[in-house]
């Protein structure tokens, strides 16, 4: 289920089973958008990106869809494993004048085995 | 290639000092960024760089300078810490801008100001 943390929202999982992962993204202009996989005291590692054209993409055991109507994202995650509990966020290109990304806040992914 | 390499990893500085946060990257990226992460929170952006010599800033830029005499390194720099300056920091490049390519990230430097 999903329950939401002092400040993050988390989602537990069992090893084995598919992960989705939710975002709401601010501004209808934006055309490029990515999820980035946080462990714990690392760096923000890429996982997938996906353009504005398009309303999937696959990676290897993950897909993003894009619902630009209502501005929503979602990572979803095959047959997810220990090795998947992180932090995800989505990032958005708001399209200023360099085009920066804007991230959203994070969702935590624990897998119990 | 070592990607993106910051230091220190860690900091404990007292109210009104100075630092100078390194980030140096190898894969020839005119693109560099500094962020700040507050617990629980996501990324927001400091500084931007979009080639040598070319600065500007991001979204919390107050308290921050930033420059860029080489293509290769982006130091960051505090100049009076406040105790609202605590917080993990990431520098990150790209080869594109208009956020038309990944970022890559390096492993952070955990500062606290006390």
């Known amino acids: 289920g999903e329950s939401v943390g002092l400040h993050l929202p988390t989602l537990s999982v069992q090893e084995g089973d598919n992960s989705i992962i939710n975002c709401a993204y601010s501004?209808?202009?934006?055309?490029?958008f990515i999820w980035y996989k946080q462990e714990s005291g690392k760096g923000p590692q890429f996982i997938i990106d996906i353009r504005s054209n398009m309303d999937k993409r696959q990676g290897q055991r993950v897909t993003v869809l894009l619902n630009k109507t209502v501005k929503h994202l979602s990572l979803q995650i095959a047959a997810t494993q220990p090795g998947d509990s992180a932090v995800y966020f989505c990032?958005?290109?708001?399209?200023?004048?360099?085009?920066?990304?804007?991230f959203g806040k994070g969702t935590k992914l624990s897998v119990k085995p | 290639n070592a990607g993106v390499t910051q230091t220190p990893k860690f900091r404990i500085l007292k109210i009104g000092q100075s630092m100078t946060l390194q980030c140096t990257q190898d894969m020839n990226h005119n693109y560099m960024y500094w962020y700040r992460q507050d617990p629980g929170m996501g990324l927001k952006l400091i500084y931007y760089s979009v080639g040598a010599g070319i600065t500007d800033k991001g979204e919390v830029p107050n308290g921050y300078n930033v420059s860029r005499s080489t293509t290769e390194d982006f130091p960051l720099r505090l100049e009076l810490a406040a105790p609202s300056q605590t917080s993990v920091y990431f520098c990150?490049?790209?080869?594109?801008?208009?956020?038309?390519?990944?970022?890559?990230f390096g492993p952070g430097t955990r500062l606290t100001v006390t």
């Open positions: 501004n209808s202009a934006s055309d490029y």
């Open positions: 990150a490049s790209s080869s594109l801008g208009r956020g038309g390519a990944e970022q890559y």
């Open positions: 990032a958005e290109n708001y399209g200023g004048s360099q085009g920066n990304l804007i």
